[in-house]
């Protein structure tokens, strides 16, 4: 069998001092942290567009790698290659799982029914690659933004035509999913939102969008598909206002159209930052309603306002993340995906595996520091600390719905002003230093 | 009477062509645009902190303002000084409201029954001035802010006793309120957020926080207050992570704790285009589910990332924030208050006219501009145009339940590829500028 | 001869009335403000890149215009028809100038002497067809961005021989600007700039691009080139920290390495707000120190944080900028070239006229209101007034150089206390309204 | 002697595996790092209006900090104690250097005379408690922003009689500053930019600053002050358009002016974040032109659009900034002052030591993290293999200046395209945290 990637070997778990940039340093999948192994806790995820269909191009230039999978001139011989040296790159890393749109792996055709027979066949070749490496499908999703088409929006279309459109590709993905065993199904709404609200009709467009995941849900339990739904909040990009712009309002949009119980969320670290939260409390914020799904990991550049995906680099980033994670007992279907590309001047196959290695060094440092600041209890005590008073007394009146504001008021005629006490919000800060 | 505004008189309407900067130029407040007076339309309402209390310190200097109303040693003759020059403020310049927090109208004392008792004294004496000159409350809020006992919080401080306050001051404003005639009672929860989520327990904050809002609505009809319950969303200032960070994360919230026929929202210019929206988006995200209740007028700087509170003279966004509002035929109880600053450097009292009377004449301009596009129906019938699609066939059936996955599969392998058709952004907004 | 915009005819102006969205309501180019022509005040440019080889693509989607000019097979044949096209829509419009980079007129070639050679032949053909018309050439420039050989920059690239490649083709931009008489030869250092430290050698590279500077200068002078060499300034796009950041950091880079005299800057709306400016305030930077040479017309979405380059449809900023520029008497060799786009979903080429007539009489517009401003003297007069201590008495000694910290010591200690003068900024912005 | 932090003993070196918070993990003030001591390498300077001046306040609620030092009636009585206090906490925790303003350490009199009289006083006791404990004064410089004299700006104000009384101000500061042997003076223009384009003279302003600038340098030398006189960048506050904006915009201004040689810069990372760069950006600029005099060390908050001068607790800055100050060989006269505070809910003394323990700790690893890399050179070896081919060849030539255009293209006629040379952004930022 052609190799892709013939100067590398399988990586492996080398340690902390080792210099072999090709190594592992953090990253021992199957060495214990509490009771489950790294591999368990991490579920980490290769995406396929950016490592296997990623051009380096960007608003200033064209695609600039030459990707020895991408040489044949048929276009199904190139999506064969590419899914074979996508097998070849999950085993020699070794990770669990990978991800895909369905126009990743085959390319579109002149029409709807040539276009399925290409994924058809594409899948056909990724089941057999699965079982032969046991390498598993964490979840698909279809790409309803690339193509002309969804320029005005797929479910959000004003067409009631282009809406029918994405509803045909969602069902086939959908049923591809399935059929690869997929763990979730994603909806990542890239052209759901409005360039200008002066040709635009929010409500209806809303209502469409509402319509659209009613369906969805029942074309899931027509077909049997046991995954997890999962809805990707996103501001900013493509269109202006994206519907889904953070967890909150992608929440808000499920209670309106009583979709709360059908779907979760899979949070970015770089679409929270751009609505102007941290990784963290957008993880916090789906995870505190059970709604946390499943991440997609990456990190932003603080400095640029648009989606940078640069692979996740910053052990702080992956600590708070695995503090989320770990608190709410792991991830259940989902896992950690790798919504990240390399630079545009990172040209060679080798930096797709340096980039990765690095992404899962990152949080399988997270995970390490995250379980030993869990295990030693004392930022947790701080916390629960902080809030004793609402579990006796007239706190635990409060939250017990067992006052009102007339009984707050004499409560307080009589007590007097409270106490100040510190946030020592420095000295928490020191705290995780100390553990990294 | 002492006059604080002596070389002020009542500002008058003289049309476009005047060169007279304390006059009216647009605002003409009997005149009928469509079936209401302007006055009727854009319910105009003074925010009492700003213009009376406001001193010009920033966070690189202290007060700059000598106001007359400030002369005074002792601090409730000051509070009365101040309120007296308000009225003469407000009918000079004619607006039909203002709006307080507790704290702006009368200084807290050492204990909260002290406080109290000064607030009804000067509750008395605006109820007394509200008589003479026919200006109303447009609505009253409590200051859970600025004291240091809420640096924590309000209603999601990690301390009962806090709470307890916090209750205890809202119910004595939501009184206050009431005795005054109010239209809406406000929430703008100016603590309630996070600081570090290292010494925070979000979930439970935002318990506690249902808790606080579920107490006033009892409260709210214990005593008989008619007026609306108005949340005010705001991200990032003063704490980090403020809860109630846009629109839609406030409907998030209410939907979840089953709160949302009892608030609806006040949506500030300056806090939406903080949050990463346009004005005019969130305040079309509240309109949409029927919860637009009222509006702070103000301007942001782009450019800095903190709430300028600029008085709105940009004609563009009156416009938009007007076309939503006569969609929606209205504010109700609510009003345009200008929750609007002078700039530090404009140190005379003639400058708070000069800035409300902009404020004023930008939308009056922009109300006139609205009602024109409006009853000229070139943009209304262009959007319809849009979505008619879902009018007849298959997207009617979409948008009534009567479809699924697989007949719009079938949909599309009959009917092809939609056409594409251009949303005339461009042309939309040479529209636009030929009504201004 | 093909049409290629049959159904457009000639642009005209039907004054403000007019409800034709294809005539100009304000640009009237041969009335006079003031001692010149509307056409000479604003020497309106077209740039070739978006207006004739824009795609719609964006990073979510690829091209999704089908212009009738990009029909040809033969890459020649469609470089010829574009230019073409070009000069049919620059003379229905109605413009005196255009702009191009080199690659937009003709595609490169597997080796620099081909693509020089059909570089040549367009030249020859644009040559004709600006006689012919009588449009003109504002200026040229180079692509050398897009390639992927200048991925790690150009004049800045760590390798020689990119360094060398850049210089190739300037070499040859230069000369062709020349020869199509081009009034300016502008430096836009796409890729000048770096992605990551760690890899970087900042000074090496800036010296790097001074040298190129140098040697761009000594091949004007050699080919007799008489135009303007303008650098046009931009922050964080396409690589993380560009090195021409703003107005200011160009000209700091020019006095550094004594290039001041040689170059002027082309000021660009929205890259001066990314940069943290607005337009206006980057003009003036670059105005006050005699080097505002021209200017790229467009909007930014402050919303955003990418160059959007929206057609500039905002009447506030158009007229600052026309402010700017009537106060240095004109752009001299410069003229205001739309580097706008139009939004992915304005399909057809008729939106190519909306967008430029909407851009065109936005600044029409400014340049009346501008004009009316200066004649009024109001604004002048106020600003005059408030510097005016500095005329006479110490304040003249301190401008004059002919005073010091003591004698100023002595000053405060007899005078005391300065006044407090109120900027007046809210009456200030009320009468721009008064003239919009 | 009475004792401000009478529970707190003198912080000592525990070393990384300390649990005490109140112990030093990393800072070892003797232990050698290369040839210097850590004390050596990081000048560490506390800074006097943070920490002892800070009150907790921000814009939506006034002081929170009950400090012991601030409990006197007197306010000279006040400022004496307050100095005796920062030195008990400058010794305890063990920092080498601190920093003031003059109005920090004595308060504002009625007039400049008397002003003067108790600066001086002050200044004689804060010799007295240097001799005692051997702290010396990194810098003084003069608080020209917070009276509301300097709302318009001191040097660059519109009234000659406030650019009289800046002068006089900092006359007398930078005399203390000789007085106290303080190492540099430091110019921060709190209030040199504008807040409105309509009522400002740019040029105008900046010929001010330019002659302020001069008459500072003159005065220097005339008192024979050796220390090194530093300009602090500061985009967007207070002013909304700052003239400092970045280290690029004063390098412009000095050059312009001819005060290149007589100033060095101060460089703060919040500042150069609040102005799009990232700290180690600044750095870099301003080292590379010989300019880096000192840093003022602290963290911003990316999502937030302010100052919020967080102590700088992120390994990764700490880090960068000491590769560049390693890499110029130490700041000279400068040094690491914390311009940084706790947060509003740190109430309590003892914060203010985790806050400074935390932030001298993570610039001490940095130190240690830096020098490791810069020793292990595979970091400077991969830089200066990246730019190599300018060492000989047409490289060579270019950085000498003996190449031109046309040599430059026969060179790639001849030679073709360049190699495509990965940048391998992912492997070096994999080798930092390997260091981490």
């Known amino acids: 069998m052609k190799q892709f990637f013939p100067g590398i070997k399988k990586i492996r778990y080398e340690g902390p001092d080792s210099k072999n940039p090709l190594a592992f340093k953090h990253y021992n999948p199957n060495k214990k942290i509490g009771k489950k192994t790294m591999k368990e806790h991490l579920r980490f995820s290769v995406a396929f567009w950016h490592t296997f269909k990623g051009t380096g191009s960007d608003p200033f230039g064209g695609p600039v790698y030459d990707r020895p999978w991408d040489i044949a001139n048929d276009c199904m011989q190139q999506a064969e290659n590419t899914m074979r040296a996508a097998f070849e790159f999950f085993t020699k890393l070794g990770v669990p799982f990978y991800c895909w749109h369905d126009r990743d792996i085959a390319p579109e055709a002149d029409n709807l029914k040539e276009t399925n027979a290409r994924l058809k066949n594409i899948v056909n070749l990724a089941k057999k690659l699965q079982h032969d490496t046991g390498v598993k499908l964490l979840w698909g999703t279809s790409n309803c933004f690339s193509h002309p088409r969804f320029t005005h929006g797929a479910g959000t279309n004003p067409d009631a035509h282009v809406f029918a459109y994405a509803a045909s590709q969602i069902k086939m993905a959908m049923e591809c999913t399935k059929q690869l065993g997929g763990a979730n199904y994603v909806f990542w709404g890239g052209r759901e939102g409005y360039s200008n609200l002066l040709n635009t009709n929010m409500k209806h467009e809303q209502d469409q969008m509402a319509r659209f995941l009613e369906m969805a849900v029942e074309h899931k339990k027509k077909i049997g598909f046991k995954g997890t739904l999962l809805i990707e909040p996103k501001p900013k990009e493509p269109t202006k206002h994206q519907y889904d712009y953070d967890a909150a309002t992608v929440l808000s949009f499920l209670h309106k159209y009583g979709l709360e119980d059908e779907y979760k969320l899979n949070i970015e670290a770089n679409h929270a930052t751009l609505a102007g939260h941290t990784f963290e409390h957008d993880l916090t914020v789906a995870s505190i309603d059970g709604k946390l799904g499943s991440i997609d990991a990456n990190r932003g550049d603080y400095l640029l306002g648009w989606d940078t995906d640069l692979f996740p680099s910053d052990i702080y980033s992956a600590t708070f993340a695995m503090m989320v994670i770990i608190n709410q007992r792991g991830l259940g279907t989902g896992g950690i ?49 902080r809030y004793k008073s609402f579990k006796s007394g007239i706190g635990r009146k409060v939250m017990r719905g067992e006052t009102n504001f007339r009984e707050l008021e004499k409560y307080i005629l009589k007590k007097g002003e409270p106490k100040k006490i510190s946030g020592r919000e420095e000295m928490l800060e020191n705290l995780i230093n100390s553990y990294i």
Not at 355 to 374: C, E, N, T, V, Y
Request: aromatic share 10%; no cysteine.
């Open 337 to 385: 995906n790798f919504d990240a590309k390399v630079r545009r001047g990172s040209f060679d196959e080798k930096d797709l595996f340096h980039a990765h290695i690095g992404g899962m060094d990152s949080f399988a440092r997270g995970l390490k520091i995250a379980h030993k600041i869990k295990n030693d209890g004392v930022l947790a005590n701080f916390v629960s600390e």
